[in-house]
C-alpha cells in the first residue's frame, strides 16, 4: 500500500511541474536577450527565440530548460567564442543555426557543448564555421538528431571534429549529416552508444573514429569521400551494419580500418571504390559477412595478426585485388564468399564451387612489399606470375583459400 501512495505523489508531482512550466519569448516586443530568458526561467520552462540574429558571446545553461529556435534564429559567436555550453541535466536544443564559433589551440570552443550532464536533446540545428560542431564531455543518456554541421577546414591542426565525445555512455546520434571538420564523428572512451542513419562525408581525416570505445553500434551511415575514411582502433564488441563505405582514394586511403578490435560484427556493408575496402591490423574474431565489395583497389587487406576472423558469404566484384595479407599462413576462415575472379566449375550444380578459390594473387603480396611495382599490374609477365602461383603456390598462403566459393553472386534482402 505505502508503496502504490508512494507512486500516486511522484506521479502528481510531475504532473503539477509540467503544468506550471512557463514559455518565455525573446525577440521583438520580448525580452531581447536568449541570457536574460534563461535567467527569468524557472526550471524546464520553454524559451521560444524568434527570427533574427543574437550576438551574445558564450550563453551558459545551468538549469534544465528547453530552448527552441522559431524559423532558424542566427546564435553568432563572432568568431570568438564558445556559442551555448551546457552544464544541466535535461536541456533540449531545437531549431537554431549556431555559427561562427572561434577558434583556440588551449580550448575546445564548440558550437554546442555538454559538460557532465545527462538526459540532453541536441535537434534539428544548423551548426555552420564551428571549431567543434556539437562536444560532449562525460555526457550520459543524451541524443543528437537531425543536425546539419557544415565547415571548410583547410588543414586538420586548425580544425576540430563534428561531433566529439569524450567519456560518455548511453548516447544515441541519429540522422546528422557532418562535413568539412577533422573528423566527422569522434568517439574515445564511449559505451553502449549508437551511430545511426548519418551523413559523413568530406571531412579532412576520417568520416567515423572510434577509439577505446566498447559495445557501440553503428548502422545505416554513409561515409563519403572523407580523407582516409573510418577508423575503428582499440575497442571490443562493436556491431557494423548496412554501412556504405564510399570513394575513399589516396595513397593511404582506406574505407574502412580495423586497429586492435576485437568481438564484432561486419555484416551488410558496400565497399565500394576506396583505396582499400577493409584493412585490418590485429583485429581477431570478427564476423565479416553479407558485404558487398565492389571497385576496390584492394577489397580487404588482413595482416598476420590478425586471427580467428570468419569471412563468409561476401560479394567480391571488379577489384584490383580481392586479398592482401603480409604473412604466409593464415588464420582466418574464408566460406562461401563470391568471387567474380573464380573460374572454377561446379559439376553438381549446386551452387558450390567444385575446387577451392585462392583469392590472394602473387602480385599483390609483390606490391605490399614492392609498392612502385603496381606500375606492372597490367603486364603479361604478371599474367603469368599470377598463373604459376595459382598452378603450384609458393609465396602466396598455401591455407589462404575458401574450399566453398559461391557460383554466384549473393542476394541480400
Not at 31 to 42: E, M, P, Q, V
Not at 233 to 248: D, G, P, Q, R, V
Not at 277 to 286: E, K, V
Request: aromatic content about 14%; some cysteine; overall charge negative.
Amino acid at each position: 500500500m505505502l508503496k502504490i501512495v508512494f507512486i500516486l505523489s511522484i506521479f502528481i508531482f510531475i504532473s503539477r511541474f509540467n503544468l506550471y512550466a512557463d514559455t518565455l519569448k525573446v525577440g521583438d516586443s520580448h525580452l531581447k536577450s536568449i541570457k536574460t530568458a534563461i535567467s527569468f526561467a524557472n526550471p524546464h520552462d520553454y524559451i521560444v527565440v524568434l527570427p533574427g540574429k543574437y550576438l551574445e558571446g558564450n550563453i551558459l545553461i545551468s538549469k534544465p530548460i528547453h530552448l527552441i529556435g522559431l524559423d532558424y534564429p542566427v546564435i553568432d559567436g563572432d568568431f570568438k567564442y564558445e556559442v551555448l555550453t551546457i552544464t544541466s541535466d535535461s536541456v533540449e536544443i531545437r531549431g537554431f543555426i549556431i555559427q561562427n564559433i572561434g577558434k583556440s589551440f588551449t580550448q575546445d570552443f564548440a558550437g554546442i557543448k555538454v559538460i557532465e550532464s545527462s538526459y540532453c536533446q541536441i535537434q534539428n540545428n544548423k551548426l555552420v564555421n564551428t571549431f567543434f560542431g556539437i562536444y560532449l564531455k562525460k555526457a550520459r543518456f543524451c541524443k543528437i538528431l537531425n543536425n546539419e554541421l557544415i565547415t571548410d577546414s583547410k588543414d586538420e591542426v586548425n580544425s576540430g571534429n563534428g561531433i566529439h565525445l569524450w567519456d560518455c555512455k548511453y548516447i544515441i546520434i541519429k540522422d546528422n549529416h557532418i562535413t568539412g571538420h577533422r573528423d566527422g564523428i569522434y568517439f574515445e572512451f564511449v559505451d553502449h552508444s549508437k551511430v545511426i542513419g548519418n551523413t559523413s562525408e568530406h571531412n579532412l581525416r576520417y568520416g567515423l573514429h572510434f577509439m577505446f570505445s566498447n559495445f557501440d553500434i553503428y548502422e545505416k551511415n554513409i561515409f563519403r569521400e572523407n580523407g582516409t575514411g573510418v577508423a575503428v582502433m582499440f575497442s571490443k564488441n562493436i556491431s557494423m551494419n548496412n554501412n556504405y563505405f564510399l570513394e575513399n582514394w589516396g595513397s593511404a586511403s582506406y574505407g574502412l580500418l580495423f586497429k586492435e578490435i576485437y568481438d564484432g560484427d561486419l555484416t551488410g556493408n558496400i565497399f565500394l571504390e576506396n583505396t582499400i575496402g577493409l584493412y585490418a591490423d590485429g583485429s581477431n574474431r570478427i564476423h565479416i559477412a553479407y558485404n558487398e565489395f565492389v571497385r576496390n583497389g584492394w577489397a580487404i587487406n588482413m595482416l598476420g595478426n590478425s586471427i580467428d576472423n570468419t569471412i563468409t558469404q561476401n560479394n567480391f566484384i571488379g577489384n584490383t585485388f580481392d586479398i592482401a595479407t603480409n604473412t604466409r599462413h593464415s588464420k582466418n576462415r574464408f566460406v562461401g564468399n563470391f568471387w567474380d575472379q573464380y573460374t572454377g566449375y561446379d559439376l553438381n550444380a549446386d551452387g558450390v564451387g567444385d575446387i577451392p578459390f585462392r583469392p590472394m594473387k602473387v602480385f599483390s603480396y609483390v606490391t605490399g612489399r614492392v609498392p612502385e611495382s603496381i606500375i606492372l599490374l597490367r603486364s603479361q609477365f604478371i599474367d603469368m606470375l599470377n598463373f604459376a602461383e595459382k598452378v603450384a603456390p609458393v609465396i602466396t598462403p598455401a591455407d589462404l583459400k575458401d574450399d566453398t566459393p559461391s557460383m554466384k553472386r549473393h542476394l541480400y534482402d
